[in-house]
């Protein structure tokens, strides 16, 4: 981390052990995601007039590179659980730490990439049976129906005309399916 851990107390006592335990958190967290920069930690005690000392709350704000931010804050509402500030401050790097986990898998991309469509340039076709071939960018014919030219009136395809397709297996050998004309600005 760029910057040291900066720990404040509202209303509550200074503790050592406290301390130490939110820096092995930010430590742990740093494990998850180490472009960590800057990380700033509230304790605050709620206290009313009925209570010596309420619920904790605890904040966490981490700063991350590129302006993005991880923001953990929760007021419990009589969860008598946050009167143990342990228990506060563990509930919530808890849930800094998914945030960063969800940060980091974003940043990882993890989508499926998909290969692109084909791309080949009609070789034959027969408007009256509705049937032809596209020749592919690897040489070999590939049959197409009319039925699977989509997004434009048959009267465009033409010999020569530059389609991109989809490739299945047919009944007598690879056929294309979802057959588009590429306009002139194609990039392939």
Known sequence: MQTAVKIDFHGAQRSEAVEQVIADHVAKLEHVYRGITACHVGLKVRS????????????????????????VRRTPHLDER?????????????????????HVRRLQVSTKAHEPQPIGTVARFNSRTG?????????????????????????????????MFAEEAGEKGTQASTVRILGKHALR
């Open 48 to 71: 009313d007039r009925h209570r010596k000392s309420g619920p904790y709350e605890v904040s966490v704000h981490m700063t991350l590179p590129n302006g993005r931010e991880v923001n």
């Open 82 to 102: 946050y009167s143990n500030v342990l228990f506060a401050v563990n509930d919530a790097f808890r849930r800094a730490r998914r945030q960063l986990q969800d």
């Open 131 to 163: 049937f032809g071939f596209i020749r592919s960018e690897r040489g070999d014919e590939i049959y197409f129906h009319k039925n699977s030219v989509v997004g434009a009136p048959l009267r465009k395809i033409t010999l020569g005309t530059r389609v």
